[in-house]
């Protein structure tokens, strides 16, 4: 008798060591690996200036490339991005990847139709005619809930409200039936109420159509939301990654107790105040040496600051990047437990 084993399908996006320097001195993202799994989501956060929209347009490689330099190894469905020409990445974006950016109304072209837009899309992939592709337009707005689908195909981007827009955008990134969608804080420009109806509708999309997503965000709430996982990044780099539940209550690393410390329902007595971290983020010009989160860490000692911090296993699939990690995490485990004794 021979032992037969299951093969492990290939991740849908895989990132080993990805750096990304703009001129030549800003390097935006630092060493980073992470694996996206088939069907599976990961919400990136972090503050602005983290690295985190530069990660995801490095994976389709929009990111300008006279100005930029990118070592390290991006394979998406098994195919490396980085040895691709302009006719494979032309082919991978939309029809293998697609993003839905923050701001639909510059995304969109405001001199056509949103449907238009779509039917375009569409047919630059597929050979099919022009009523066909606006038929499958008209599914795509049907499929974001967008209402009187057919005549919103023929409206301008600025005749819709920002919520409209934000699921028009959606419709056109999944027009092409894509493998892997990228969303670049698709609710930041959108009130509470619309926000909400936005993430719910990403989270319906993603189980319905078995999409493996990124989904950048600087809200945890939004990330808790919409994702499996998290990956917390920091000055271009990863600093702690989980499930979603590890690492909203079980965090390793300062910068993300920090994070949820500010956080209105975060870890905190009532009617007190809000914990802010203090500092700002480094100059990624100027990277200081040893960690980059040191200068702002209230755990940070002499070693910190002078070399790279391990990458230690908090947990299966949970890692963080911290000399301290297990004080930090005991640390928010014991203010945890103060408040829901008081």
Same mark, same amino acid.
């Given at each position: 008798?021979? &032992?037969?084993?299951?093969?492990?399908?290939?991740?849908?996006?895989?990132?080993? /060591?990805?750096?990304?320097?703009?001129?030549?001195?800003?390097?935006?993202? &630092?060493?980073?690996?992470?694996?996206? #799994?088939?069907?599976?989501?990961?919400?990136?956060?972090?503050?602005?200036?983290?690295?985190?929209?530069?990660?995801?347009?490095?994976? =389709?490689?929009?990111?300008?490339?006279?100005?930029?330099?990118?070592? #390290?190894?991006?394979?998406?469905? /098994?195919?490396? +991005?980085?040895?691709?020409? @302009?006719?494979?990445?032309?082919?991978?974006?939309?029809?293998? !990847?697609?993003?839905?950016?923050?701001?639909?109304?510059?995304?969109?072209?405001?001199?056509?139709?949103? /449907?238009?837009?779509?039917?375009? %899309?569409?047919?630059?992939?597929? @050979?099919?005619? %022009?009523?066909?592709?606006?038929?499958?337009?008209?599914?795509?707005?049907?499929?974001?809930?967008?209402?009187?689908?057919?005549?919103?195909?023929?409206?301008?981007?600025?005749? =819709?409200?920002?919520? $409209?827009? *934000?699921?028009? $955008?959606?419709?056109?990134?999944?027009?092409?039936?894509? @493998?892997?969608?990228?969303?670049?804080?698709?609710?930041?420009?959108?009130?509470?109420? +619309?926000?909400? *109806?936005?993430?719910?509708?990403?989270? &319906?999309?993603?189980?319905?159509?078995?999409?493996?997503?990124?989904?950048?965000?600087?809200?945890? /709430?939004? %990330?808790?939301?919409?994702?499996?996982?998290?990956?917390?990044?920091?000055? #271009?780099?990863?600093?702690?990654?989980?499930?979603?539940? *590890?690492?909203?209550?079980?965090?390793?690393?300062?910068?993300?107790?920090?994070?949820?410390?500010?956080?209105?329902?975060?870890?905190?007595?009532?009617?007190?105040?809000?914990?802010?971290?203090?500092?700002?983020?480094?100059?990624?010009?100027?990277?200081?040496?040893?960690?980059?989160?040191?200068?702002?860490?209230?755990?940070?000692?002499?070693?910190?600051?002078? #070399?790279?911090?391990?990458?230690?296993?908090?947990?299966?699939?949970?890692?963080?990047?911290?000399? @301290?990690?297990?004080? %930090?995490?005991?640390?928010?485990?014991?203010?945890?437990?103060?408040?829901? !004794?008081?």
């Amino acid at each position: 008798m021979t &032992d037969t084993m299951t093969p492990v399908p290939e991740p849908a996006v895989a990132i080993q /060591g990805l750096s990304v320097t703009f001129g030549g001195k800003v390097r935006a993202v &630092d060493r980073v690996d992470l694996t996206l #799994g088939r069907g599976q989501a990961i919400a990136l956060i972090g503050e602005s200036g983290s690295g985190k929209s530069v990660t995801l347009r490095a994976i =389709m490689r929009l990111n300008p490339e006279r100005k930029t330099a990118i070592e #390290g190894r991006i394979v998406v469905a /098994g195919r490396d +991005v980085m040895a691709m020409g @302009k006719r494979e990445l032309t082919t991978l974006r939309g029809r293998e !990847v697609a993003m839905i950016f923050q701001e639909p109304l510059l995304a969109l072209d405001p001199v056509y139709t949103v /449907g238009r837009q779509i039917t375009e %899309a569409i047919r630059q992939h597929e @050979k099919i005619g %022009a009523t066909e592709a606006r038929a499958r337009a008209l599914e795509q707005f049907e499929r974001v809930r967008i209402p009187s689908p057919e005549r919103r195909l023929d409206a301008y981007p600025h005749e =819709m409200s920002g919520g $409209m827009r *934000q699921r028009a $955008m959606i419709a056109l990134a999944l027009a092409c039936n894509p @493998k892997v969608l990228l969303a670049d804080e698709p609710t930041t420009a959108l009130d509470a109420t +619309v926000q909400i *109806q936005i993430l719910l509708l990403l989270r &319906d999309l993603q189980a319905e159509l078995g999409l493996s997503t990124i989904f950048v965000t600087h809200d945890l /709430g939004a %990330a808790v939301e919409v994702a499996d996982r998290i990956a917390v990044m920091y000055a #271009g780099r990863i600093v702690e990654e989980g499930s979603a539940r *590890q690492v909203v209550l079980n965090p390793h690393h300062p910068y993300t107790i920090g994070l949820l410390r500010s956080r209105a329902d975060g870890a905190l007595a009532k009617g007190s105040r809000l914990q802010t971290i203090p500092g700002s983020p480094p100059d990624l010009a100027n990277r200081p040496p040893g960690c980059p989160f040191a200068p702002r860490c209230f755990l940070a000692e002499d070693r910190c600051r002078v #070399g790279d911090p391990p990458v230690v296993e908090a947990g299966p699939g949970h890692r963080a990047a911290c000399w @301290k990690s297990d004080e %930090a995490a005991g640390g928010f485990r014991e203010q945890r437990s103060e408040l829901e !004794v008081t």
